[in-house]
């Protein structure tokens, strides 16, 4: 099965996640394929459905409450970000689903020396004790969007303005502070991307962004 594969590049959280429902009513009317979306956003902190704005202590940060699952998380520069729009064939099985983007990102860490593995109690992706990624979804029409945050480069002084996922900043890490270098972050997207077409079971062909709409993106 072909799925689409998009690299958006840098975009503002809010133009992304219009084109996140765009995308799901597309889908959901069989007008694209599934589709996986990579980029990266500006500093934005969003709340999931269990989020509390007393969650985010910076009123400078921009805040967003969306409808994905968990509560509180940081989106910045350096971090890899993946939105999943796919069509739910048989069941809504999203703790499969939640499994299969954790054996992504464990996988794509671990071509780049980062021994990340699951935790058993929190979801998401941990090294050490420590959370490097981050998987929060919603399902509308039996279609998934929102996805997940992987810190490659990401700078964490961040997520001490927040209370990631329940938990004190500090218990966030990213490949570059366990690696004690900078990632080639084009190099894990593009293996993140293969990854997830193994996990999957899709062959990606590459869209370029203009093949969305153009309406939200020029915005």
Not at 34 to 62: I, M, N, Q, W, Y
Not at 78 to 104: A, H, N, P, S
Not at 153 to 162: G, K, M, P
Not at 171 to 182: K, P, V
Request: with cysteine.
């Amino acid at each position: 099965m072909t799925a689409w594969l998009v690299d958006i590049g840098f975009i503002e959280y809010g133009v992304a996640w219009n084109l996140q429902k765009t995308l799901v009513q597309r889908r959901a009317a069989d007008a694209i394929p599934d589709t996986l979306l990579l980029l990266e956003h500006p500093h934005v902190a969003t709340l999931g459905r269990r989020g509390k704005r007393t969650d985010v202590f910076d009123s400078t940060l921009p805040v967003f409450e969306v409808e994905r699952g968990g509560e509180a998380t940081y989106h910045g520069p350096g971090q890899l970000v993946g939105y999943l729009i796919l069509k739910m064939k048989d069941r809504l099985d999203v703790r499969k689903l939640v499994t299969d983007i954790e054996e992504v990102l464990i996988r794509s860490s671990r071509a780049f020396d980062v021994p990340a593995t699951r935790n058993e109690v929190q979801r998401g992706v941990w090294v050490h004790g420590r959370k490097l990624g981050s998987i929060g979804l919603a399902v509308h029409d039996q279609v998934t969007y929102h996805g997940f945050a992987h810190n490659v480069n990401t700078d964490l002084s961040y997520f001490d303005r927040i209370r990631p996922c329940g938990n004190e900043g500090r218990i966030m890490t990213s490949m570059e502070r366990e690696l004690g270098a900078r990632v080639d972050f084009a190099g894990f997207r593009d293996r993140v991307a293969r990854d997830f077409a193994d996990v999957f079971q899709l062959e990606l062909e590459r869209i370029p962004r203009e093949r969305m709409d153009p309406r939200i993106l020029a915005h």
